[in-house]
């Protein structure tokens, strides 16, 4: 049923994708109407690597900027699930860290690469034994793993993120919603596909699109990932959560994906044409 009534969502956005400095990363997002920022790096350091004065510097800048981070985008799972369970682990816990330092209990992960050659069925069990001990740190330190379905990762298609979600059965295990990266693994119509089916454990949208032809990344509504569908669907299931700009319009570098000031705005500005079209306000 469509909700009568008004419905605001928490706009942010990657701050990384605009400059390598925070306080560029906000003044842009401060233009663009947002008073959240989902951290990834922070003068050209990942979050994993920022050390305790880095830190708190960066903390220390969101207060005084009155910008409150809504995740913080870490490269936990980012790696090849052959590795010791145990590094991840470590790496989580160091990035527990940094979100209490910031004040957000939201944390991206992904759900590990494979090698060339290995069938991702063959890594299914590995998988679920490290995603659980991930959980398993997150339940204990009270904050929400969002698992984002990254390209080539075993989470990769919808009904690899729902066993994934499932088998696992945590409460600190949620889901991360990106339409561009489903479109760039051939799900041929991402919000038909795969919204209803990982509706129940959605809590945060990462806003991208892409074209299916070539996997270009597009801004959101201009690409294949039916980002209007999915938007809608989020309005009339009563979703009042984050919605993280993670553009990816420009080359990508050696932290992730980049855009640039005036391509972000150029992204902020596609996603604003689309909530409008539905009702949906930014805050």
């Known amino acids: 049923m469509t909700s009568t009534q008004p419905v605001a969502w928490d706009l942010s956005g990657f701050g990384d994708e605009i400059d390598p400095d925070p306080r560029l990363q906000i003044s842009v997002l401060k233009a663009l109407g947002a008073r959240h920022i989902e951290v990834r790096s922070a003068w050209g350091v990942n979050v994993v690597d920022l050390d305790d004065e880095q830190l708190a510097a960066l903390a220390a800048l969101l207060r005084d900027q009155e910008m409150t981070a809504s995740a913080v985008a870490s490269p936990i799972g980012k790696v090849d699930v052959s590795l010791d369970a145990d590094l991840e682990v470590a790496r989580l816990r160091r990035i527990i860290r940094v979100a209490d330092a910031l004040g957000t209990p939201n944390i991206r992960i992904f759900s590990f690469f494979r090698s060339a050659g290995v069938a991702v069925e063959s890594i299914r069990d590995d998988v679920l034994l490290r995603m659980r001990l991930l959980a398993d740190e997150a339940e204990r ?26 088998s696992v059965g945590s409460s600190a295990l949620r889901l991360a919603w990106d339409s561009a990266n489903f479109v760039q693994v051939g799900v041929a119509h991402p919000h038909d596909d795969g919204y209803a089916m990982l509706r129940p454990y959605l809590d945060y949208l990462q806003v991208k699109d892409a074209v299916a032809a070539t996997g270009e990344v597009v801004p959101a509504g201009q690409g294949d990932g039916q980002v209007l569908s999915t938007l809608t669907a989020l309005r009339d299931d009563g979703y009042t959560g984050f919605a993280s700009l993670e553009p990816h319009l420009a080359a990508a570098h050696e932290l992730g994906g980049f855009s640039g000031p005036a391509a972000f705005g150029d992204a902020a500005r596609a996603f604003s044409g689309l909530v409008s079209q539905i009702g949906v306000t930014t805050k």
């Open 141 to 166: 330190a009270g904050v929400t793993l969002l698992h984002e379905n990254e390209k080539d990762i075993y989470g990769d298609t919808p009904e690899r993120v729902l066993d994934l979600v499932e």
